[in-house]
């Protein structure tokens, strides 16, 4: 009944592989919307933004929300059920927390005058791609919170490490993207 | 090697077992019929749905080019079929130019995405790659089963846009904004475009769904013995295929949002200076060039997301039955690769005439000819595959080799078009239509045609009868040929594609009866699909059993499972691979499958 063989065990698991490639799929899509956005910013009628401060403070939120979904992996592995499953609900909390602080700065921008319509600008990218980020962190809290669930109401028993490992993996992924984000937004912006 | 935890659902616990200790026991469970065949895990069962699911859909994209047909074929005629078919936009039995459009937007759309991505890949990736491999199912069956109703909902978007009011959108299958993306522009440009967009949305995510696994599997579930270079070509081509999904969809996809967001929400992605019927649009700054670039990253792989698997599957169907090793096959692998790169680096030379400035069109026009390069070693590789073979004429042979003449000539026009200069001339008229349908549309079903005829047998134990196989294959490259190769003579005469009605140019009257030609055989080999669509479902339940495990006499895996293979595929142990799959004709033996090992006497070691 194992998925992974001895053969195997030296090569990474199929479902964190899986993980990567579909990581790799992601990174595919902001870079054509960043891109664009290049492409954009040197044409003409091009509006530029001022980043709200908001932004800033989720950034704190998500980036301490890696520290505890890294501690709370290390806490699996020690059998330490029931830190894992405070560190895992303090996770879910911080990553909420974050989309809830993202939608705070798109209403501050929105109040200053950066809307949708009329000319196209660096404010309509921010929207978009900062709200399909913020997509992605509501992805990655859906799955943290089924495996919250789990380790509270689960049925059996599970040792593997496989299921936490890949999700704390993508909830790294999910924050360094926002730097990422946040970096281009100032730099390029 | 088994990934039962997996399959049933259960905790997975990582084991030290070795290999040969692992007793597999077949489990069976009750499965009711939703579980069976329709929320199915099985690879098998989840092929068989896309394969349905995309006939039922090239059904209805074929009958719309045979619609429009009739209409380009005989301008001055009303027909009464086209208003029953059609009730008002084909009100008098002509159609409205409005919905021509229309059809040819969705008959692209459905043939590009339904059928051949959807259609071709989710049927071939799923059924081969674990019984190729060596696996029991995919690295994730549950995602492979989303993938499948992803599509299924993506088809029922789609299929819906059909019956609205203002009917489904009509800027060509490109969807290239402003006419996309203003909805006072046209009737498609209503709700049908945003029904497309959200087609298309779901669409992507069943690809990346399937595509995900596809890599996965191949490279992580691959039974003992069973190294990349091992693999059977079906194999690295559905791999390269997945990889090029994977990377491309996403960026189409932040092509549609930026879409969604111009049409519906006011933004200027694409829109700058519009006057629709006197009216200024607010929208400035937008650029409709960066649409272009979006979509034709994903466009131009998307022509090899069609063609690899097909590519695959007919380097295996030769080699088969020409009873001959595959000649080069880490050529073949190469090549794969070079083509898998280079997709990505021409997309603007569907560009060259939109405004692309035309110094960057000179380094594409470069990496576009150096495509010529792996596709000419693939080649020359099949044809010497078949030279001096002991070819077995069986329909799904006749239908590889048709594959490699239309890749050939379609392949040859492509040289022409990829020039900027020529360009200028070619573009936007039935030479390009000419052009792409020969290399990948019909040039890729017959790729699939080919698997549907060598991989029935595995599919529902049963065999495709062979006269109507063999009458199917003469009538349609026969009928491809002469609908397709005098486009190329209107189309380097000057008769731009997407025109209903052309009786306007007098200089342009002296194709209208090739034109006529063209519509006849149109309606001829059309019918010679739904005779093959009958074929297919008449073989399934009363065609001829297959009552040996082997019948092509194939060395890959897949024909060493029983033949009415279960959930898991092989009873007990999955078996190891010693040798690669191209082991025909050696030592005086012919064939050699890939489970025996190495002999001691044996000539070349593989």
């Known amino acids: ?122 404010g309509q990218f921010l929207y978009v791609i900062a709200g399909l980020h913020a997509l992605h962190v509501i992805g990655g809290v859906i799955a943290l919170l089924v495996m919250f669930m789990k380790a509270f109401f689960g049925k059996n028993k599970n040792y593997s490490s496989i299921p936490v490992e890949v999700a704390s993996t993508y909830w790294h992924f999910v ?13 390029i912006g | 090697m088994s990934n039962e935890a997996n ?48 006939i039922i859909w090239a059904i209805i994209g074929g009958l719309f080019s045979v619609l429009f047909r009739l209409q380009l ?52 990736a799923n059924l081969l790659i674990p ?20 599509f299924f909902l993506a088809s029922i978007v789609m299929m819906s846009s059909l019956f609205i009011e203002t009917g489904p959108a009509a800027g060509g299958w490109t969807m290239y904004p402003p006419l996309s993306a203003v909805r006072q522009a046209s009737l498609g440009s209503k709700l049908g ?83 629709v019927n006197g009216e200024i649009l607010s929208n400035e700054g937008g650029s409709a060039i960066l649409y272009q670039h979006l979509f034709w990253f994903l466009g131009h792989p998307e022509v090899y997301i069609i063609l690899l698997p ?35 680096l021409v997309w603007a030379h569907h560009m060259f005439v939109t405004g692309l400035n035309p110094f960057l069109g000179a380094f594409f026009v470069l990496l576009t000819l150096l495509i010529a390069v792996p596709s000419a070693i693939k080649v020359f590789n099949w044809l010497t595959t078949l030279w001096r073979g002991n070819i077995r004429f069986t329909p799904a042979t006749l239908f590889a080799i048709g594959f490699v003449s239309l890749f050939i000539s379609g392949g040859l026009t492509g040289i022409f078009l990829g020039n900027s200069t020529i360009d200028i001339h070619l573009h936007d008229t039935m030479f390009v239509v000419a052009h792409f349908h020969i290399v990948m549309g019909v040039a890729s079903f017959f790729g699939m045609f080919a698997g549907v005829y060598h991989w029935f047998p595995k599919m529902f134990a049963r065999y495709l009868n062979n006269t109507l196989g063999y009458i199917h294959f003469w009538v349609t490259i026969i009928g491809s040929y002469l609908i397709f190769w005098p486009m190329h003579y209107q189309g380097l005469a000057g008769i731009p594609r997407r025109y209903l009605d052309k009786r306007a140019w007098a200089s342009f009257n002296q194709f209208a009866d090739l034109d006529k030609m063209i519509t006849v055989v149109s309606i001829i080999v059309f019918a010679v699909q739904l005779m093959f669509v009958f074929n297919f479902f008449y073989s399934i339940f009363k065609g001829r059993k297959v009552r040996t495990q082997n019948p092509w006499k194939a060395n890959t895996l897949e024909w060493t499972t029983p033949i009415v293979a279960g959930h898991g595929n092989w009873e007990g142990e999955i078996p190891e691979v010693h040798r690669w799959a191209y082991d025909y004709g050696k030592d005086g033996r012919d064939f050699i499958p890939q489970t025996e090992p190495i002999g001691e006497n044996e000539s070349k070691d593989h």
Not at chain 1, 175 to 187: E, N, R, T
Not at chain 2, 132 to 142: L, T, V
Request: net charge positive.
């Open chain 1, 1 to 122: 009944m194992d998925i992974v063989s001895t053969q195997q065990q030296k090569k990474i698991h199929p479902h964190k592989f899986t993980l990567w490639v579909a990581i790799g799929s992601i990174v595919m899509m902001f870079a054509g919307l960043t891109s664009a956005y290049i492409v954009k910013s040197s044409q003409a009628a091009w509006r530029e933004i001022k980043m709200p401060t908001t932004f800033w403070y989720s950034t704190a939120v998500i980036l301490l929300s890696s520290l505890t979904v890294q501690w709370a992996v290390r806490s699996f592995k020690e059998r330490e059920m029931k830190r894992y499953r405070l560190l895992i609900g303090f996770t879910v909390v911080l990553g909420s927390l974050f989309v809830i602080l993202q939608w705070i700065g798109f209403n501050q921008l929105w109040d200053s005058g950066v809307q949708f319509k009329g000319s196209s600008g660096a």
């Open chain 1, 175 to 187: 924050d360094i993207l926002w730097i990422y984000l946040l970096v281009f937004f100032i730099w």
């Open chain 2, 7 to 54: 399959l049933h659902g259960h905790t997975e616990v990582v084991t030290t077992h070795p290999v040969h200790h692992d007793e597999h026991h077949v489990h069976h469970h009750k499965e009711t019929f939703v579980t069976k065949y329709i929320f199915s895990q099985d690879h098998k069962m989840i092929a068989r749905q896309f394969l349905i699911t995309g």
């Open chain 2, 73 to 124: 074929g005989y301008p001055e005629q009303s027909f009464p079929i086209l208003e029953t078919f059609f009730g008002r936009w084909a009100a008098g039995g002509k159609i409205v130019p409005e919905f021509y459009y229309a059809l040819v937007t969705m008959h692209g759309t459905i043939l590009v995405f339904f059928v051949l991505t959807a259609g071709l890949s989710g049927t071939f």
């Open chain 2, 131 to 150: 019984f190729q491999i060596g696996a029991r199912d995919m690295a994730s069956p549950f995602l492979n089963m989303l993938s499948y109703w992803f």
């Open chain 2, 193 to 275: 475009s945003d029904l497309w967009l959200v087609s298309m949305a779901l669409f992507i995510v069943s690809s990346l769904l399937g595509g995900l696994n596809y890599i996965s599997t191949i490279l992580n579930m691959r039974t003992k013995g069973m190294s990349m270079t091992r693999m059977p070509l079906t194999m690295w081509a559905i791999f390269f295929t997945a990889v090029l999904g994977v990377l491309s969809f996403p960026v189409l996809l932040s092509g549609a949002i930026l879409l969604l967001f111009d049409r519906n929400l006011g933004t200027s992605f694409y829109l700058s200076d519009i006057v």
């Open chain 2, 310 to 344: 097909a590519m695959g599957m007919v380097s295996e169907i030769l080699s088969v039955n020409s009873r001959k090793p595959i000649f080069g096959y880490m050529a073949m692998v190469g090549s794969l690769f070079a083509i898998c790169i280079l997709a990505f």
